[in-house]
Antibody, heavy 125, light 107 residues
C-alpha cells in the first residue's frame, strides 16, 4: 500500500547538523512533489518546505531558509531533509507528505494526501 | 505574509454539529485543504479543494466556502471526531501555510 516512512531523527546539539530520510513505497515516487512539515511540542503544524517531483524546484519556510535543504533520489524512492545550524526551536516531530489535489496545474496550490508517521528531532545541549 | 485564521477551540455534544472556520485574505479559490490530527497519529486529509472529500472520509465531513472564509462542518459528531483540525493553503508562489489549528472537544 501507499506508505511513507521517516527516519534519522534524534538528539543533536545546537549548531550541529542532521539529515532526515523519507522512504516511499506503493506509488510512483518520481511523479509526485513532496513536502516536509513539522510540529513542535505544544504547537501546531508548520510547513517546512516542498520539492517538485523532478527535484528542479524547492521552496522553504522563512524560518528554515538558508539552513535546511530538501533533496530527493527518485531511483531510490527517497526524500531527504538536510538540517544545518540547528536551533532549539527546530525541536519537533518532522513529517514527510505527498503533494496531491493540485488546484493549479503547476501544483503551487495543492494539498498533502499521504503522510508518514513522523520522526522526532530534539535540539538540545 | 499569507496567514490563515482559525478559532482555537470548538466544543460540541455528541450527535450535534461542529463548524470550524478558516479565514485568509488571500485564500485562493478551491485552494483550501483540511486535516484531522488525532493525538499520536499522523495528520489525515479530510477535505481538499474547499469542498471535496477523499475516499474513505465519512459524509458527515463537509467543506464549504463563503468569500475568503472556508468552513469545515462535522455533522452528527462522534467521540472519534475529537481531534485538532487544521486548514492549509498556499500563496501560488511557493509558500504553503497552515492555520493555527482548532481543537474539537466532544462533550
Amino acid at each position: 500500500q501507499v506508505q511513507l516512512v521517516e527516519s534519522g531523527g534524534g538528539v543533536v546539539q545546537p549548531g550541529r547538523s542532521l539529515r532526515l530520510s523519507c522512504a516511499a513505497s506503493g506509488f510512483m515516487f518520481s511523479g509526485y512533489g513532496m513536502h516536509w512539515v513539522r510540529q513542535a511540542p505544544g504547537k501546531g503544524l508548520e510547513w517546512v518546505g516542498i520539492i517538485w517531483h523532478d527535484g528542479t524546484k524547492a521552496y522553504y519556510a522563512d524560518s528554515v531558509k538558508g539552513r535546511f535543504t530538501i533533496s530527493r533520489d527518485n531511483p531510490k524512492n527517497t526524500l531527504y531533509l538536510q538540517m544545518d545550524s540547528l536551533r532549539a526551536e527546530d525541536t519537533a516531530v518532522y513529517y514527510c507528505a505527498r503533494v496531491n489535489h493540485c488546484t493549479t496545474g503547476d501544483c503551487y496550490v495543492s494539498g498533502m494526501d499521504v503522510w508518514g508517521q513522523g520522526t522526532t528531532v530534539t535540539v538540545s545541549s | 505574509s499569507f496567514e490563515l485564521t482559525q478559532p482555537p477551540s470548538v466544543s460540541v455534544s455528541p450527535g450535534q454539529t461542529a463548524r470550524i472556520t478558516c479565514s485568509g485574505d488571500a485564500l485562493p479559490s478551491q485552494g483550501a485543504y483540511w486535516y484531522q490530527r488525532r493525538p499520536g497519529q499522523a495528520p489525515l486529509l479530510v477535505i481538499y479543494k474547499d469542498i471535496e472529500r477523499p475516499p474513505g472520509i465519512p459524509e458527515r465531513f463537509f467543506g464549504s466556502r463563503s468569500g475568503t472564509t472556508v468552513t469545515l462542518t462535522l455533522s452528527g459528531v462522534q467521540a472519534e471526531d475529537e481531534a485538532d483540525y487544521y486548514c492549509q493553503s498556499a500563496d501560488s508562489v511557493g509558500t504553503f501555510v497552515f492555520g493555527s489549528g482548532t481543537t474539537v472537544t466532544v462533550l
